[in-house]
């Protein structure tokens, strides 16, 4: 029923980084970019204050939250700025638990959702190695599950202790499963502004940041804000970006007759 990725969605990550230096690219860490701009000056590409660098690009595929994007973007091009700044997010807490599988009896299934007129504190539960075989075949004598913690407009929850939100935890499934094992390891994950809101209208709001971002040539912008948080809406966003941009290459290209150079200075799109 699922799809997933053998030692879980953190590798992907790591996978990309890997293939972006297999093909001779550069990845900057603890680096944030405190300007972009784009002017004749800069011989009608992009320059990006990245640190104490700064960077020259043909084109520039901003995946950033909607927070960063909008002060990026507020001088080069203040409506699609403005509308960035307008998305709401939601902060969560992930609050995994470890069980000897020999004290830890769980209901069939995957997992569970908490609607809000429930009044439970989690949100949902996810039992891990019921989900995901190579989480069961990797720890045999354990059983790993996860709890949510935070809706939209929840903030008092998630200023608690890691301690309080496991204890809260614990009692929420206890009620919903009858689970009083002890946890032989816990962990809490924080995600502050984590997951976009996407309201009435947002359709719309996207539309007009594209055609805002459409006015700059050799730019685009792809991520969760715009056309879903799960990871396959991510990778299509990521496409329509690069596909944006290959389309605005090329018609530099034509008009010039010349290569255009990437941001590491090789020719090519």
Same mark, same amino acid.
């Given at each position: 029923?699922?799809?997933?990725?053998?030692?879980?969605?953190?590798?992907?990550? #790591? &996978? %990309?980084?890997? *293939?972006?230096? +297999? !093909?001779?690219?550069?990845?900057?860490?603890?680096?944030?970019?405190? $300007? @972009?701009?784009?002017?004749?000056?800069?011989?009608?590409?992009?320059?990006?204050?990245?640190?104490?660098?700064?960077?020259?690009?043909?084109?520039?595929? #901003? &995946? %950033?939250?909607? *927070?960063?994007? +909008? !002060?990026?973007?507020?001088?080069?091009?203040?409506?699609?700025?403005? $509308? @960035?700044?307008?998305?709401?997010?939601?902060?969560?807490?992930?609050?995994?638990?470890?069980?000897?599988?020999?004290?830890?009896?769980?209901?069939?299934?995957?997992?569970?959702?908490?609607?809000?007129?429930?009044?439970?504190?989690?949100?949902?539960?996810?039992?891990?190695?019921?989900?995901?075989?190579?989480?069961?075949?990797?720890?045999?004598?354990?059983?790993?599950?996860?709890?949510?913690?935070?809706?939209?407009?929840?903030?008092?929850?998630?200023?608690?202790?890691?301690?309080?939100?496991?204890?809260?935890?614990?009692?929420?499934?206890?009620?919903?499963?009858?689970?009083?094992?002890?946890?032989?390891?816990?962990?809490?994950?924080?995600?502050?502004?984590?997951?976009?809101?996407?309201?009435?209208?947002?359709?719309?709001?996207?539309?007009?940041?594209?055609?805002?971002?459409?006015?700059?040539?050799?730019?685009?912008?792809?991520?969760?804000?715009?056309?879903?948080?799960?990871?396959?809406?991510?990778?299509?966003?990521?496409?329509?970006?690069?596909?944006?941009?290959?389309?605005?290459?090329?018609?530099?290209?034509?008009?010039?007759?010349?290569?255009?150079?990437?941001?590491?200075?090789?020719?090519?799109?």
């Amino acid at each position: 029923m699922f799809m997933g990725i053998q030692g879980g969605v953190g590798t992907l990550p #790591l &996978a %990309v980084a890997e *293939a972006v230096r +297999a !093909r001779g690219g550069e990845i900057l860490t603890g680096t944030p970019v405190t $300007e @972009l701009s784009h002017s004749a000056a800069d011989g009608g590409g992009w320059r990006v204050v990245a640190g104490e660098r700064v960077l020259r690009a043909d084109a520039v595929v #901003l &995946a %950033v939250p909607a *927070a960063a994007a +909008a !002060r990026l973007l507020r001088t080069q091009s203040p409506g699609a700025a403005a $509308e @960035l700044g307008g998305v709401e997010y939601a902060s969560m807490a992930l609050v995994t638990f470890a069980y000897r599988r020999a004290e830890a009896g769980l209901p069939e299934g995957s997992g569970f959702l908490v609607p809000p007129v429930d009044g439970r504190t989690i949100k949902a539960s996810t039992f891990a190695s019921q989900k995901w075989g190579w989480i069961a075949d990797e720890h045999p004598d354990l059983v790993v599950l996860r709890t949510s913690v935070g809706r939209y407009g929840e903030t008092e929850i998630l200023q608690r202790d890691d301690s309080e939100l496991v204890a809260v935890s614990r009692h929420d499934l206890e009620a919903a499963t009858g689970l009083d094992a002890t946890p032989v390891a816990t962990r809490v994950t924080r995600w502050d502004d984590g997951l976009p809101q996407y309201p009435v209208g947002h359709h719309a709001r996207v539309a007009r940041i594209r055609e805002h971002v459409a006015k700059l040539p050799g730019l685009a912008v792809c991520g969760a804000q715009y056309d879903g948080v799960g990871i396959p809406a991510c990778i299509a966003s990521a496409y329509a970006a690069v596909d944006q941009i290959h389309g605005d290459l090329r018609g530099v290209q034509e008009l010039t007759a010349h290569p255009v150079q990437s941001l590491h200075g090789g020719a090519g799109e």
